[in-house]
């Protein structure tokens, strides 16, 4: 199966959760190392000044608004304010004209938006208009504020909508200065900048925002500012957490990568600035789903100074970092560079235990994309890193971990090697145990999926088998409804019915009843695969009556009309080993699978499922006067002429000696010589099957395969054809010998074969109750091969 790639945690594009954002957003009030810069905020000392200016009405709303402030600072507080009506009163007071007011009631809205209710309230009591409005002040001060207000609004979609459409979008960007401006601006201008910065970065995750961001010239702004070097300190950081979630659209990625924004972000990954490099990696994280930019980073030596951020002491920086690394490693090229920085070696030692959960996901996830490369699959391998892995698919650790490890197992489970090395440290049992609880049905997919490529080593098989695999791989099929889990238990299954050990225990398990009902699945893909394990589970005579007794064979013979290539092939596959028991084959008639079996002789051009048709249909001809009449009247004789001779037609044609023009041949002459099987047990002892078959040019096909060149099971069945369509057919007799038939029949009585010696002379018997071919036989040189024949 195709190898797994990382996405979503360390390998794409980071997920819409603000992550670029930094936080969710800001709180007013509070202890010291909590308190933003306030520049003036109306706390209770500055009322103390200002009272006697306002009227007391308005002095009394402004106090009720501050001590709201301050006490929704706590989340319980949080939400009493809103159960007792409080959003609905501040939100009345964004109109009042006294400027106190509207800063303590945005200080009350700033800390109150951070509950999510709080959130939707605010925004379903039309306040967000209001908001907006307000960064129209002339107070440099309320503009602050509703920056702040509006980052922590803008952590929910619907209001990232909302907010858009209220004209904050256009606002924000406006309030970003140009380079030649920001030298210009005051300490409050500074700080105003970088919270809208942290605002757009929560309002870029939803995609209108982004292009919004883009069309209203916020794109040069924010890159500008990565790469200046006045400012805030926070100001570059949030400029890059604006750019992380910007680059989730493709254009702005190509944007920002024109605008030069990639060399700054690398600059920035090179500074002593924690902050910086948080910020940094995480835009990078983002804008690395490209080529382009993957190169633009890697020119600058960003590759070379991710894989050393490895080393950090921030764990954050280091799982950053490792996502980064995860999308450069989806690139051939990339992978034998970071295997050459060593960076394989760093990684794999983040999985240690004592790393935090986070990074050690992404660093899986890195790990996970460099092991589709088989280089890289030995280094981890020789670096002890499948001794690392299997660890992690531990049932205390978190499932998205889990299932990270089980993917990038699959990846390494692909070289013989890797998969033996898995198995000895006891990844068998541990991927069994993720089908288990605790798991889900992502993780129970890719531990499938790992098993699954485990399972083609031939040793594997049995070590799943012993493990206690199979009814684990069952138990999907009978408690989840997870398509692709499902689809993946299958494969596992599959390969495991490769070897009678594991059809006989896969069949006591109780697969069958489980498998029946699959194949009738709504899923096209789910069928294909059910289909394919009952392929492989009937070679066992034992489950041949089982799928009869379970009422099995309906469905598969009504597979044989599907629209799906891959389910006719797999269900057509099946039929020549369940018809190789009487009873199936007299079920089989009477659920109408003759009439399909002929159809796909006239319409497959696949030469396994014409050989497995042609095979079906001489199982069930066997014997049964009345099942080769049936199978006449459909005009499967017929189709079988025309089979043979297109397929003669096309194996003279293949004269390539390449490996795969030699499987191709073989193929050929196998389909030939199932198509002559079936004419001999739909022929034999049947006058006018005989006859409707040499009328139809059956005879010369059969004759052009009796050439010495031909493969010996083929000369073997074309000469039992033969003989069942000569056997007391006096006509047939005399067409064979007009057609040219004795002579190459004749020269098989000196082949190496036995049994096609056997069949050859069993023909001539039965042709040589016809005085003329007598004659010919003799004059041929018959009679001194048959007498010869009496001493072998």
Known sequence: MASARAGGSGARAADAGGRGAGHDGQELGGSPENELPTFGVAQMSTLARRKGSLSAKESLKQTAANVIMQLALDDDNKISVREVGGLKKLVSLLTSPDTDVQLNVLGALTNLALNDQNKAEIRELQAIPKIVELLDSEEELVREKVVEVIWNLAGNDENRVALLYADAVRKLVDLLPTTTKLTELTERGNYIVSSALGALANLAVHPENQTAIRDGGGLRKVVDLVGGSVGLEKTKERAANCIENLSLDRENREN??????????????????????????????????????????????????????????????????????????????????????????????????????????????????????????????????????????????????????????????????????????????????CMGKPTDDVLQEKA???????????????????????????????????????????????????????????????????????????????????????????????????????????????????????????????????????????????????????????????????????????????????????????????????????????????????????????????????????????????????????????????????????????????????????????PNKERFREEGGLEPLIALLVHENDAVKLNSAKALCHLAENEENRKIIRELGGLEKLVHLLSH
């Open 448 to 730: 499938a999926s790992a098993l699954w490529n485990l399972s083609v080593v031939d040793s594997i098989k049995a070590t799943i088998r012993k493990a206690g695999g199979i009814p684990f791989l069952l138990s999907v099929f009978e408690f989840s409804t997870f398509v692709p889990a499902i689809e993946n238990c299958l494969g596992t299954l599959l390969s495991l019915a490769e070897t009678q050990e594991n059809r006989f225990a896969v069949a006591q398990a109780g697969a069958i009843n489980l498998l029946i009902k699959l194949l009738e699945s709504e899923h096209p893909n789910v069928v294909e695969k059910a289909a394919g394990v009952m392929w492989n589970l009937s070679h066992e005579e034992t489950v041949q009556h089982s799928v009869r007794q379970l009422g099995g064979l309906k469905p598969i013979i009504n597979l044989l009309s599907s629209d799906s290539p891959l389910i006719r092939f797999n269900a057509v596959g099946a039929l020549p080993l369940l018809t190789e028991q009487s009873d199936n084959v007299h079920e089989c008639v009477e659920l109408g699978t003759i009439p399909p079996l002929v159809h796909l002789l006239a319409t497959e051009t696949n030469v396994l499922v014409l050989q497995n048709a042609a095979q079906s249909l001489g199982n069930i001809a066997e014997g049964c006067q009345q099942y080769q009449q049936a199978i006449a009247e459909v005009q499967g004789l017929k189709r079988l002429v025309h089979v043979i001779t297109a397929w003669a037609a096309k194996m003279d044609e293949q004269i390539d000696d390449d490996i795969f023009a030699k499987q191709t041949q073989a193929n050929s002459q196998e389909l030939l010589a199932k198509c002559c099987f079936a004419v001999w047990l739909i022929c034999q002892k049947h006058e006018a099957n005989q006859l409707i078959f040499a009328e139809s040019g059956g005879l010369q096909a059969i004759i052009g395969l009796l050439a010495p060149g031909s493969e010996e099971t083929l000369l073997e069945l074309a000469g039992g054809a033969t003989c069942a369509l000569c056997e007391s057919n006096d």
């Open 256 to 433: 920002i990568r024109i605008l030069g924004g990639t060399l700054h972000l690398v600059r920035m990954l090179l500074s002593d600035n924690d902050e910086w490099i948080r910020a940094a990696a995480g835009a990078i994280k983002n804008l690395s789903v490209d080529e382009e930019s993957k190169a633009d980073i890697d020119k600058q030596e960003g590759v070379r100074a991710l894989v050393d951020l490895l080393n950090h002491t921030d764990m954050v920086i280091v799982g950053k970092s490792a996502e980064c690394l995860g999308n450069f490693a989806n690139e051939p090229a990339y992978r034998a560079k970071i295997r050459d920085l060593d960076g394989v070696s760093r990684l794999l030692g983040l999985l240690e235990a004592g790393t935090p959960d986070e990074a050690r996901l992404a660093s899986a996830g890195a790990v996970l994309n460099l092991a589709v490369d088989d280089d890289c699959k030995v280094a981890i391998k020789e670096l002890g890193g499948i001794g690392k892995l299997v660890p992690l698919l531990n049932a205390s650790l978190p499932l998205t971990l889990r299932a990270v490890t089980a993917m990038t197992l699959t990846n390494l489970g692909a070289h013989e090697d890797c998969a033996l090395a898995i198995a000895e440290v006891g990844g068998v049992n541990a991927l069994i145990q």
